[in-house]
């Protein structure tokens, strides 16, 4: 029921890309928008087309039975994910079990559902989000203790390794972990070789699946995972990314966690190098987060696809630690950061529970589809144009026959706003209002007024005020 309500109300997209380069690809593919209003990375073949093909079935299937609005296709997407997600970590809790004590089962398969961010990226049909479901899938028949004492069953190797293949498909990236854990295989899980050779022929025939799709999709001969790693190494002199120190993962981690929730994720990894630094998880986290420590480019996001390992990590951590603090002396604190954390979750839970994604803009699209503009209306954004793109509605989400616009309070001067609806923060409303003499009806905000508060606290006081939907009358 929490992962059903998430996929309900976490409506839009996190990063861009979650739409850009999902969505507006399965459009292009169903004719509903050219290819020239697509990003550059159509042109440049470095997006896997697994995931687009995907959402163009499920577009397909559900206008056959008369859904056509975009706000019920995606929550089909969502709704694909959060299964794809429950199974995934079932087999991986059911898998990991006998890992930890007994005392521990209830907590760690609590966490495991309901660590606050796991139930969004479980809704998320993100790369990030279906590359970690894969991993999990991938990691089940591996991580059990079963793999040091027998040779595994070929079936479950060649699994594991169509499930890797699929994760690097969906996250080129991932293959680090991948990689990571292929080495652990060999040198600690002491896999026989025909093992691995099972691993890698499932992975090489999802690579050769992909190369088909990629194909038919881009309507030439692309291999998507190949383009990518070659523009990773030789970089694009066109497209330049923001740029951040070596040091901005681990205390993002602890900041977009919840400090209480993300200081322990990094106490537990710490204690796991040091006690048990043979483990699956040190083997895949350590190399992952060290090489995105050193790449100049940084997104929260891209740590994603780790994120259903840290259960798993937690309940460790704490198993370590126990064992450093002699006695009963650790209970009485130990029960008082427990009602610290346990409030924490809660309150992170509550927020993903029943919020849109990203900033929300999905909020005022249902507004105006309820509001129903008339044909040629127009809806125009106080932002800079060329990062428009930061708040604006993508046409997927538009209603039929509305056009768009952006403009700056600098570019403004004065007389009447030429513009049916406006998107613009409260001051600026105020301004253009006083300035035009037009009445602006606030019709909806891209965060109720509960949550305000709470996501200033969570970004630190550093994110900028609510975007509102105002109607725009004489």
């Known amino acids: 029921m929490v992962h059903l ?51 163009v079935q499920v577009f397909r299937a559900a206008e056959l039975v008369g859904i056509k609005d975009p ?100 996250r080129p990236p991932v293959g680090l972990i991948v990689i990571s854990a292929l080495f652990w295989l060999a040198f600690v899980g002491k896999l026989r070789w025909n093992g691995i050779v099972l691993v890698l022929g499932g992975s090489a025939a999802v690579a050769i699946a992909g190369y088909a799709l990629d194909s038919a999709f881009y309507d030439r001969s692309v291999f998507s995972l190949w383009e990518y790693v070659h523009m990773g190494f030789a970089g694009d002199p066109d497209h330049r990314f923001d740029e951040l120190p070596w040091y ?42 060290v090489a995105h420590t050193f790449i100049p480019h940084k997104e929260l996001r891209f740590l994603f696809p780790l994120a259903d390992l840290t259960p798993l990590l937690l309940v460790l951590g704490f198993v370590e630690l126990r064992t450093l603090v002699p006695g009963n002396s650790w209970r009485t604190a130990g029960r008082l950061v427990l009602v610290i954390l346990t409030f924490a979750n809660l309150l992170g839970l509550s927020v993903i529970l029943t919020s849109p994604a990203g900033i929300g803009r999905t909020v005022l699209a249902k507004t105006l589809h309820a509001v129903q503009p008339a044909a040629g209306s127009r809806i125009s954004y106080v932002i800079e144009p060329m990062l428009s793109w ?34 613009a923060r409260t001051p600026d409303a105020e301004l253009l209002q006083s300035r035009s003499g037009q009445h602006l009806e606030a019709l909806a905000r891209t965060e109720a007024v509960w949550t305000e508060q709470l996501m200033r606290w969570y970004t630190w006081n550093e994110g900028p005020e609510p975007w509102t939907l105002f109607r725009v009358t004489k």
């Open 5 to 55: 309500f998430t996929a309900w109300y976490s409506t839009g997209y996190q990063s861009a890309d979650e739409h850009f380069q999902i969505i507006a690809f399965a459009q292009t593919k169903l004719g509903e928008l050219p290819v020239e209003h697509l990003p550059w990375e159509y042109d440049a073949g470095i997006r896997s087309s697994l995931q687009p093909w995907i959402a």
């Open 71 to 170: 706000f019920t296709r995606t929550f089909l997407l969502r709704l694909l994910t959060a299964a794809l997600a429950m199974i995934a970590v079932r087999g991986f809790v059911r898998a990991t079990l006998d890992q930890v004590s007994v005392d521990l089962w209830k907590p760690y398969i609590l966490l495991s559902y309901f660590l606050w961010f796991s139930p969004f990226l479980h809704v998320r049909f993100s790369s990030e989000s279906w590359a970690g479901i894969f991993l999990l899938f991938g990691f089940a028949p591996l991580i059990q203790r079963t793999v040091e004492l027998e040779p595994r069953r070929p079936v479950k190797m060649l699994w594991t390794g169509i499930a890797f293949g699929i994760a690097i498909l969906c």
């Open 390 to 423: 930061r708040i604006s509605l993508p046409a997927f989400y538009l209603p039929a026959h509305m056009t768009d616009s952006a403009f700056t309070m600098e570019q403004y001067a004065g007389g009447n706003l030429n513009t049916e609806y406006l998107v």
């Open 248 to 289: 901005y993962y681990s205390p993002w981690v602890v900041k977009y966690a919840i400090p209480p929730i993300g200081a322990c994720l990094l106490l537990a990894l710490t204690l796991l190098i040091w006690k048990r630094p043979k483990h699956l998880l040190v083997w895949c986290f350590v190399p992952f987060f």
